[in-house]
């Protein structure tokens, strides 16, 4: 088929007419984020009628509701999010639980009738670059009948990144969008308290992950000191960037290896120049061959709560979905299985002004997020609790050692209960 150059206002009749009623379209999440896409179809509603929206859409970060283009269109999405919740409500979100690697693995065998690109612009070479967001798309795009590329001047090029062929695209359109931002978080006292936690468990050599949150920014201010430090990550952000100037990380191309970077207009441009960056897609960041292979891997998460037998929840608040597993399972387990690895679970140990605990008794959502026999450390504040070859009973006891000291008491007396029921 010959590629066609079309306007953007144009892209919505012409993903409608490739897709057809019920059809599916990809459009990709994070910074790949295909705001201009969005803007197009909300001033041409009519053209989402009938289609599905499907991506790996962040919460927090994504804020478009897709879904909500039309009263009979309809989105797919791993996570849950208060931003989509009318959708989800009225019946036209589906959510489907699964792992990043799972997810991969259905974009890479599942074709889409659509799949959308945000690019860079292409090089002499007609490759066009996924810059600093390749987390998914390579497998959507390899299995979608008809495929769109949005061209950004915006989008960075790294140079050890993922590449799309301009003449594999059916369709290609000129977008100018800002990439997605997200503003300098204020930490409490307890961040810091959890980050020094973790600090004194690493060494120089490891390979560090972290999950999107707190506990990363935290984390990424505390390293100075340690020498050879890898990076492994689903995503990397603006605390990354100090690092670049300084003697913690290995001076060698892939000591940084990420699928996507979120932060500032400052880290996109550095993390395009830094030759030590590489960007790879989930099915590399996120497969358990891959993590197993890194020697020293220490993945550290967020989690919301976790209870005395050990599981953990990172999905609800209470009975409202807030979220979804994402990459956590994927990097416990690697870890776990990594030579000298540490599977870290962080969080702080109370809310609500401390009156609730989040070391909790036993979990009361409606679904468990990590099972306990893949919970390994678990940091909050007030210590570390490693739960790995213990015991039902020595588990509890750690877990309500690292608990606020005001809640102790009553996890003990919980615990007891519990096991002479």
């Known amino acids: 088929m010959r590629m066609q150059k079309i306007a953007l206002t144009d892209a919505p009749a012409w993903i409608a007419a490739k897709a ?3 059809g599916r379209v990809y459009v990709a999440g994070c910074t790949g984020q295909p705001t201009a896409l969005f803007d197009a179809f909300r001033a041409a509603p009519d053209h989402a009628a009938g289609l599905i929206f499907h991506g790996i859409w962040i919460p927090g970060v994504n804020l478009l509701d897709w879904a909500g283009l039309h009263p009979q269109a309809r989105g797919e999405a791993t996570f849950a999010s208060p931003d989509w919740q009318e959708s989800a409500a009225a ?19 599942a074709s889409a009738d659509v799949a959308v690109a945000l690019t860079a612009p292409p090089d002499a070479n007609g490759d066009c670059s996924l810059g600093v967001a390749v987390d998914f798309t390579p497998a959507a795009w390899g299995r979608a009948r008809h495929r769109m590329l949005l061209i950004n001047p915006q989008m960075p090029a790294p140079a050890d990144g993922i590449r799309l062929r301009l003449d594999q695209a059916d369709a290609v359109a000129d977008v100018d969008q800002k990439l997605l931002t997200v503003p ?27 999950g999107l949150g707190k506990v990363q920014l935290a984390m990424l201010a505390t390293l100075s000191g340690l020498r050879d430090i890898r990076l492994h990550a689903g995503m990397v952000s603006d605390p990354l960037l100090p690092l670049l100037s300084q003697d913690v990380l290995a001076d060698m191309p892939g000591a940084v290896t990420a699928g996507v970077a979120l932060g500032s207009a400052a880290l996109y441009a550095a ?3 830094d030759p030590r960056l590489c960007f790879r897609p989930v099915g590399y960041t996120h497969d358990i061959r891959t993590l197993a292979a890194i020697p020293r891997l220490v993945a550290i998460n967020s989690v919301i709560e976790v209870d005395l037998f050990g599981q953990a ?13 994402g990459g956590l399972l994927d990097f416990l387990r690697g ?5 000298g690895g540490l599977p870290v ?6 809310a609500r002004g401390g009156s609730l605990s989040r070391i909790v008794p036993r979990l009361t959502t409606p679904a468990v997020t990590i099972p306990r026999c893949d919970v390994g450390l678990v940091v909050t504040e007030q210590g570390v609790a490693d739960l790995r070859g213990l015991d039902e009973d020595a588990r509890a006891m750690a877990l309500i050692s690292i608990a606020d000291p005001m809640h102790r008491d009553s996890l003990s007396r919980a615990w007891k209960q519990m096991r002479h029921q």
Do not use: W
Not at 193 to 202: D, E, K, M, P, Q
Not at 345 to 350: F, G, K
């Open 345 to 350: 679970l962080a969080l702080v140990s109370t």
């Open 20 to 22: 057809g009623p019920g």
């Open 184 to 210: 300098p978080v204020t930490l409490d006292s307890a961040f810091a308290a959890i980050a020094a936690h973790i600090r004194a468990l690493l060494r120089d050599g490891d390979t560090l992950q972290f």
């Open 271 to 273: 993390v395009a120049s």
């Open 313 to 325: 929840n990172s999905e609800f608040i209470g009975d409202r979905a807030v979220s979804g597993g």
């Open 91 to 109: 019946g036209r979100l589906r959510i489907v639980p699964e792992t990043y690697t799972a997810s991969f693995h259905r974009l890479a065998h």
């Open 335 to 339: 870890a776990r299985i990594s030579p």
